[in-house]
């Protein structure tokens, strides 16, 4: 479990690191830098939990599965990001979004954290449920 919660980790950097780069652009920053926090390394990894109800849901369609984990994500995003806040130490604030619920979950990710639970999905399945 702790080589899987590692691995989940270093996806969820990655891609937030990609998705920060991609969008860097949008600011007019060629250099296509892009940003991660070190509290976000367990709140990815946390990715591991996701696992049993991957197994749930097996059988039912993509757009369910999908939609479970969004929900599942965005549960997360809110409990953390009011954590991490209350300790001043909230990497992420979306108070500038018409779509936030108190600056820590945004409702127009709604795709990303779709994809995003069909991506770890597809870790879990094609890579890490031997292992």
Known sequence: MLFRFVLYGLLGW???ILWT???SVRN????LRGTSSLWMFPIYGMGVLLEPIINLLTM???AIRGGTYMLCIFIAEYVFGRILKKYSACPWDYSS???SIQDVIRLDYAPLWFTVGLVYEWVYKTILINI
Do not use: C, H, K
């Not at 007019?28 to 250099?31: L, P, Q, S, V, Y």
């Open 60 to 62: 039912l369609p993509w």
């Open 97 to 99: 979004s018409a779509y």
């Open 21 to 23: 780069g991609i969008n």
């Open 28 to 31: 007019g920053d060629r250099t």
């Open 14 to 16: 990655g891609l937030e």
